[in-house]
């Protein structure tokens, strides 16, 4: 599997309209991947929570419909980071907010894959957690690949990193992929790197976690996106500015690991 990691980069100055087409630009410029993965609310703004009420919008909206035609045209599945989700219809979550933490994935042909409600809100009773509803259900998916076969992949977002229960869901669900999209800030960019390894090596599971660069709304971003193996090795990190990992995984190598190391099969709780 062929995978490109796009750690978008952006600043308060840039139009949202204008960073929704420059980013599907870089998305069409890696048709040849089987899976192309963007960050976390890089079109709303990761800490923009005055700008999330007006920058809302259902999952058919124009940042959807961008990233739908975008893959569509590269040939890709393209997990195309969140957006700040307002359905149609009225919908309200139990915290009656009516806003969610949404990602989106979508299939070579434009299709959508899966949309997966970030579960954990990151804030301490303030930023999400006042502003959004929280996710309720673990989203495991079938991703398609080029050559015919597919690979079964856990949805998870940023703040999720740090509760492992979501990823032992989602490895009894059949993953061997986890794609995590953030916006991590610099300031903790450290735990960020440890916790991407931890689930790797904990569920033997590849990791595929793109972060945000640049500096928004007053926080620094921490970048040092990466793809790690089932066995923990890390096969490519980015550094803190904008920048595409292009890499290369093997599938099979997870089987042979936890075939070579059965750490799952012995698990008690």
Same mark, same amino acid.
């Given at each position: 599997?062929?995978?490109?990691?796009?750690?978008?980069?952006?600043?308060?100055?840039?139009?949202?309209?204008?960073?929704?087409?420059?980013?599907?630009?870089?998305?069409?410029?890696?048709?040849?991947?089987?899976?192309?993965?963007?960050?976390?609310?890089?079109?709303?703004?990761?800490?923009?929570?005055?700008?999330?009420?007006? %920058?809302?919008?259902?999952?058919?909206?124009?940042?959807?419909?961008?990233?739908?035609?975008?893959?569509?045209?590269?040939?890709?599945?393209?997990?195309?980071?969140?957006?700040?989700? %307002?359905?149609?219809?009225?919908?309200?979550?139990?915290?009656?907010?009516?806003?969610?933490?949404?990602?989106?994935?979508?299939?070579?042909?434009?299709?959508?894959?899966?949309?997966?409600?970030?579960?954990?809100?990151?804030?301490?009773?303030?930023?999400?957690?006042?502003?959004?509803?929280?996710?309720?259900?673990?989203?495991?998916?079938?991703?398609?690949?080029?050559?015919?076969?597919?690979?079964?992949?856990?949805?998870?977002?940023?703040?999720?990193?740090?509760?492992?229960?979501?990823?032992?869901?989602?490895?009894?669900?059949?993953?061997?992929?986890?794609?995590?999209?953030?916006?991590?800030?610099?300031?903790?960019?450290?735990?960020?790197?440890?916790?991407?390894?931890?689930?790797?090596?904990?569920?033997?599971?590849?990791?595929?976690?793109?972060?945000?660069?640049?500096?928004?709304?007053?926080?620094?971003?921490?970048?040092?996106?990466?793809?790690?193996?089932?066995?923990?090795?890390?096969?490519?990190?980015?550094?803190?500015?904008?920048?595409?990992?292009?890499?290369?995984?093997?599938?099979?190598?997870?089987?042979?690991?936890?075939?070579?190391?059965?750490?799952?099969?012995? %698990?008690?709780?």
């Amino acid at each position: 599997m062929r995978v490109a990691v796009v750690q978008v980069g952006y600043g308060d100055a840039e139009p949202v309209p204008e960073r929704v087409e420059r980013v599907a630009a870089l998305v069409r410029a890696q048709a040849g991947h089987d899976l192309v993965v963007l960050p976390e609310l890089w079109a709303p703004g990761g800490f923009a929570y005055r700008e999330w009420q007006d %920058r809302a919008e259902p999952v058919d909206g124009p940042v959807g419909q961008a990233m739908s035609a975008a893959a569509r045209d590269a040939g890709v599945v393209l997990h195309a980071g969140s957006i700040i989700e %307002r359905p149609g219809g009225g919908e309200v979550g139990p915290d009656g907010h009516g806003l969610w933490n949404t990602s989106l994935v979508y299939g070579p042909d434009g299709g959508l894959l899966a949309a997966y409600r970030k579960v954990h809100r990151f804030g301490f009773g303030a930023g999400e957690p006042k502003l959004l509803d929280a996710g309720e259900d673990v989203v495991v998916v079938d991703l398609p690949l080029r050559d015919g076969g597919s690979v079964r992949a856990g949805l998870s977002t940023c703040y999720d990193l740090r509760f492992p229960e979501l990823y032992r869901r989602q490895v009894d669900a059949g993953a061997t992929l986890f794609v995590v999209p953030a916006a991590w800030p610099a300031a903790r960019v450290r735990h960020w790197t440890l916790l991407a390894h931890a689930r790797a090596v904990e569920d033997q599971c590849v990791v595929v976690a793109c972060n945000t660069a640049g500096t928004h709304a007053g926080t620094e971003m921490g970048g040092h996106s990466q793809v790690v193996s089932a066995a923990g090795e890390a096969l490519a990190m980015a550094g803190a500015d904008e920048q595409v990992l292009s890499v290369d995984v093997d599938l099979d190598a997870v089987a042979a690991w936890r075939e070579q190391f059965p750490v799952l099969r012995d %698990r008690r709780l």
